[in-house]
């Protein structure tokens, strides 16, 4: 007979508790309105696929020929200030998509700064075009994601490349033949996987798509709720998109599986890398940079630059609240959250097998659930039980709860891996040691459990704070009236085409968003020291 | 009569239909230390967890120290069995020092007491030195040594050892194995080593339990297990020996003869070389160990044995050379193997 025990009991109510809002937003496949279909089915429904399909086309080809170049000049080529570089192109990921795009807006709109600029300059008389279209959206998302193909492609070729570059140079490949006939198809697993992820965060994003005024499913369900006031047309377009990502889910986890077939030898051999004569280096440097220019240090100077112009006007009272709302919300996730994660870590851990495995997996859906979908879904599961409740009042969603409960679901696989892999540490025989003492189950858990399973804490804590502070669409969608934040402010500046005002709070954003991206990049290093 | 300290009754762990053990007895005396030793899957190491209360799918009965401890709906937790463990991996908290290791299970105790035991323990394991060192800085030895005395602080009844030595090389395994084996003469403790290591046995242990597919086929001192072991298995698991298809006609005269329906154990030290002897047999292989050269040596009705020769005897492979059987302890089965 199974033993009852308090950490199962908790993994299990968080794993109903985060698959719910998903199921409700795919219930309503099952209670189509035949009104509401009909009109998103001509109206709205084709303008939003085709957008969705030119986007991804878009940013899949923009990421992969911004990431895996700059990937495999790292991994196999060596030049001047190679190691500063590979940091450079890694940053990107502290720049959230929607401040990215609006810098750029700012930038190179019909009446942005440098159009103009260069109206004045060359006398024209003509205005230069938009860069609200398709293509400045995919560019911009482009250079915001191609840090996980970058990543990714990175990884593939310094362990899988390793081996097979030695292998085909002894056959006597040349480099170029050795590239296109093995270190890419071997490769191809994870550089799928790094494009499958950066479409998955191009769907789900928000507040860039609607700086660009460029419709894709999330803006629709954000104006069908908040603009038609129709939370069931909402809900209709969050199940197609949901459909959307899991249909990228799976085929992100088949590669997944592929990844395992494609290993070349044993044992991790790191070639050493080519040197690169003077001319191609400057070639390489000047390629990089220019990336590196355009995905960071640009966005990154001139939102230091306008913060700094407008601070002395905007830098008051409000700041503090905006400031503070931001922080306690996302305090309050991260208690939240690391609650959680500790359990469930704790009942995989003592407590293995299909199910708990099952739990674990399925409670890290909700990372791969776009913001925009998930308010939508929290909003109606937590209404429903307010009125089976206490009809009338609205206990639920008119404070925090629904908002600390969409961004527990969303983040809860980021704060989850590293409370899991810390657990490792924690060996059978510790636990067993730990059975055998005469301590009380609280006085293990200080001197033994926690104190292990800190440095796991401290990394899962860190990390949804950042993603809490930089989130946009649930936060907006669920908070109370009123309640304005960082992310809210820049969202707010940016629909008013306040451009400097929202650069401001993205400064600080930015800056926070560094501190998790220098941390991988020198765990990364050290693993490779290794 | 000494002290009974651990009676088992009919120990049987069926999992997922599989049975692990079967219907295991065993008893312990005061201060005995006992072996169970086997290769992997025979059930040694499940057994060894039920005592602990690790295990708690289990039938039969426990009883520990006069206290039952498992029985027909009864099951007492492994922390109310006063029990020490010691594990394979040594399992020691990392981020605790030798001194923090050694008290972790003692919160029951005053301070001054706590103390008073770990000098006690640092003292009987030696590594007062290293006393306010974190494990990473102690050697494969050294942590061995941190978790028998994390083990032995709690003055348990019984001390388990989950393959203690077999992360440690050789040369170190038997110096280590004879080093615990002192210290728990000295203590008086009654201790069950689990080991797959037949040398490791020998020199830890007084009483063997050989184990197979969980059932103790024999429970006696190792100078039994080889002389006069109770099951084939046993006779060609301890040690080296052929089991030929013979029996005893005679005493110091059996003969080896293939129609004969029973069979006996022949060691490599009960064929001697001669030259001289009649009786020949051909070097099929031979293996180099030092001072003697172990031969396998073949009839010529097709009976094949082993033979311990001192290493001036070089003969080549194919030889025809004389030996001669002396076998002093006969070991016979009866049943055909």
């Known amino acids: 007979m199974p033993k009852f025990s308090f950490s199962k009991f908790i993994s299990l109510f968080v794993g109903i508790v985060i698959t719910i809002p998903i199921f409700i937003i795919f219930s309503s496949f099952l209670k189509v309105d035949a009104g509401i279909w009909s009109h998103l089915k001509i109206y709205v429904l084709p303008e939003l696929i085709l957008n969705t399909l030119k986007l991804i086309c878009g940013v899949g080809l923009g990421t992969l020929l911004l990431g895996v170049p700059l990937a495999y000049i790292n991994s196999f080529y060596d030049y001047p200030g190679r190691s500063f570089f590979s940091f450079l192109a890694i940053l990107p990921m502290s720049i959230p998509a929607y401040i990215m795009a609006f810098v750029y807006v700012a930038l190179f709109d019909i009446t942005g700064i440098w159009s103009l600029a260069i109206k004045d300059f060359l006398g024209l008389s003509f205005f230069l075009p938009s860069i609200r279209n398709l293509y400045g959206i995919s560019l911009v998302l482009s250079l915001c994601f191609y840090p996980y193909v970058y990543l990714l492609s990175k990884n593939a070729f310094e362990g899988q490349g390793a081996r097979a570059l030695e292998v085909s140079q002894v056959m006597g490949l040349s480099k170029f033949n050795t590239l296109l006939k093995v270190i890419l198809p071997l490769s191809r697993p994870w550089i799928f996987s790094g494009v499958l992820l950066a479409l998955m965060e191009t769907i789900a994003d928000f507040g860039a798509v609607s700086i660009f005024n460029y419709t894709t499913f999330t803006t629709a369900i954000y104006r069908s709720w908040f603009g038609l006031f129709s939370l069931d047309s909402a809900q209709q377009l969050a199940a197609i998109l949901i459909s959307f990502v899991f249909l990228l889910m799976i085929f992100e986890r088949l590669q997944e599986k592929k990844k395992s077939f494609a290993t070349i030898g044993r044992g991790s051999v790191r070639p050493s890398r080519i040197k690169l004569g003077w001319g191609k280096s400057a070639l390489v440097i000047l390629g990089s940079g220019l990336i590196s220019l355009m995905a960071f240090i640009i966005p990154f100077i001139m939102i230091a630059k306008w913060a700094f112009k407008v601070m002395s006007q905007d830098l008051d009272a409000r700041y503090i609240s905006f400031m503070w709302n931001s922080i306690e919300i996302a305090f309050l996730t991260v208690i939240v959250l690391l609650i959680f994660s500790f359990f469930m870590a704790y009942a995989v851990r003592k407590y293995p097998g299909v199910i708990a495995e099952t739990i674990k997996n399925l409670s890290s859906l909700g990372y791969a659930v776009p913001g925009s979908v998930l308010a939508v879904g929290v909003f109606i599961f937590l209404s429903t039980v307010e009125n089976k409740l206490t009809p009338g009042q609205k206990i639920l969603t008119s404070g925090l709860s629904a908002l600390i409960i969409g961004l527990s679901i969303r983040f809860y696989s980021i704060s989850l891996a590293p409370i899991s892999n810390a657990f490792l540490r924690i060996t059978d025989s510790h636990f067993h040691i730990m059975a055998l003492s005469s301590n009380s189950q609280i006085k293990n858990f200080f001197k033994a459990i926690a104190p292990m399973i800190r440095p796991g804490v401290f990394t899962a804590a860190l990390m949804v704070f950042v993603e809490v502070m930089k989130e946009m669409p649930i936060t907006l969608m669920t908070r109370p009236f009123g309640k304005e934040t960082l992310s809210i402010r820049i969202f707010e500046m940016t629909s008013e085409g306040e451009w400097e005002r929202a650069a401001l709070p993205s400064l600080f954003l930015v800056i926070i968003s560094l501190v998790p991206t220098i941390l991988l990049f020198i765990q990364s290093e050290k693993s490779h020291g290794k | 009569m000494a002290n009974k300290i651990l009676d088992l009754k009919n120990i049987s762990l069926k999992l997922e239909n599989h049975q692990i053990l079967k219907d295991v007895s065993l008893e312990l005396e005061d201060g005995d230390i006992a072996c169970l030793l086997g290769p992997s899957g025979c059930g040694k190491t499940s057994l060894l967890r039920i005592i602990a209360g690790l295990e708690e799918r289990s039938d039969g009965k426990i009883i520990l120290n006069k206290k039952t401890c498992q029985d027909t709906g009864l099951f007492l937790p492994p922390q109310k069995r006063k029990i020490g463990m010691v594990f394979q991996d040594y399992a020691l908290f990392p981020h605790l020092s030798v001194s923090e290791n050694i008290t972790f299970g003692l919160g029951h105790l005053k301070k001054n007491e706590q103390i008073a035991k770990l000098d006690e323990m640092l003292e009987l394991v ?190 080549n492979i194919g030889d025809l050379i004389g030996v001669r059987i002396e076998i002093d302890h006969i070991v016979e089965f009866t049943h055909p193997t």
């Open chain 2, 126 to 315: 030696k590594l007062g030195p290293w006393k306010d060192n974190y494990p990473h800085k102690l050697s494969g030895g050294q942590q061995q040594r941190v978790a028998l005395a994390r083990a032995l602080a709690q003055s348990p009844s019984i001390l388990l050892l989950d393959e203690p030595f077999s992360n440690l090389d050789t040369e170190l395994r038997y110096q280590l194995s004879e080093d615990v084996r002192n210290i728990l003469k000295q203590l008086k403790m009654t201790a069950i080593l689990v080991t797959h290591d037949q040398t490791e046995a020998f020199s830890f242990a007084d009483k063997i339990g050989v184990m197979k597919e969980g059932v103790i086929q024999q429970f006696s001192a190792s100078y039994d297990l080889y002389h006069s072991p109770q099951t084939p298995f046993i006779a060609s698991f301890i040690g080296e020996g052929v089991i030929v298809p013979g029996n005893l006609v005679k005493a110091y005269m059996p003969s080896l003869d293939h129609s004969i329906n029973g069979s006996i154990l022949v060691r490599p030290d009960d064929i001697t070389h001669d030259d001289d002897s009649l009786l020949k047999a051909r070097i099929f292989k031979k293996i180099f160990r030092g001072s003697h050269f172990l031969y396998v040596l073949d009839f010529d009705n097709g009976l094949r044995v082993l033979s311990l020769v001192q290493s001036h005897h070089d003969h």
